[in-house]
């Protein structure tokens, strides 16, 4: 018989009918939001699942499913995973790197611009019917062309967004890394390395696009937004927690630093309440990845992966594949 796969969010029917040609596929097409209980009363009886950031794959979730044997994220990021518990329990984990990267660092200059040059705030005050007349300084921003761009997490979607500035907008690119590319790279990207606090410092826009973990929870937090310019933008297109919310509203209230550009929130879906009353802060729902065809691709990549496996033992993407030699 067929492998069980649940797909625990709805997704393009395309994809399911696909995944539905090798398994025995229970979907969420109505999209509920399952607590940890109800996740785990329709995977017990599972052999893989296609799941995407918001589904946690933990110790508990796993001790309460022993057929599962893989989980395939629809996601580059992959914190909502236990990798450590998934490993010990045997569980494949795989993510869907680089078919996002294009798109995503598209979308970091988006919000970038839109945050410097205060788009929605604009907006918002001509739909709410406030524009009477022109004025010197109305809306004023800064600029983005022959800035300095700062750049925390070099990564796939770092690079791209470095390229952007470097070679598009003129921009000085500097960065900072665990680790520092190599001089190819680097001359590819047009970007320097530099230490923490001297990128927090010299950043006339900085984007965060490093992954979450215990390791970077609060990179940037009161001291390093009180470290940047008073007149610098944030950009966070990497995850909710990297970034105290609570320290950036406040920061942002201040004008510690100008303008900030958010597309992913710690707690999300909820928002900290303060953020959504401070004027210079563009909110977005985590839509980074969000176009139609890099979607698609991220899910086709994952449902490779759960067809890989089943079918040849060869995920594409797999992030602990010491687990495969295991079995
Ligand atoms: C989106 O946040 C992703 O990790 O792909
Ligand atoms: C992260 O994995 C990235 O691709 O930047």
Partial sequence: SKPKILIARAVFPEIIARLEAHFDVESNQADASWSKAELIARLKDKDGAFTTGGDRI???????????????NMAVGYNN?????????????TNAPDVLTETTADFGFALLMATARRITESEHYLRAGKWTKW???????SDIHGSTLGILGMGRIGQGIAKRGAHGFGMKVIYHNRSRLDAALEAEC?????????????????????????????????????????????????????????????????????AAGLDVFEGEPSVHPDLLTVPNVVLTPHIASATIPTRLAMASLAAGNLIGFFKENKPLTPLNPAVIAIK
């Fill in 190 to 258: 047009k970007a320097g390395y530099v230490g923490k606090e001297e990128l927090l410092k010299t950043a006339d826009h900085l984007v965060l696009v490093l992954p979450y973990s215990p390791a970077s929870h609060h990179s940037i937090g009161a001291a390093e937004l009180a470290l940047m310019k008073p007149t610098a933008t944030l950009v966070n297109i990497a995850r909710g927690g990297i970034v105290d919310d609570a320290a950036l509203a406040a920061a942002l209230r201040n004008k510690t630093i100008a």
């Fill in 135 to 141: 004025s010197y300084d109305m809306f004023a921003g």
């Fill in 81 to 93: 995973f236990d990798i450590a518990a998934m490993t010990a329990a045997g569980v494949l984990a």
């Fill in 58 to 72: 933990d110790a508990e979730v796993l001790a309460a499913c022993p057929q599962l044997k893989i989980c395939a």
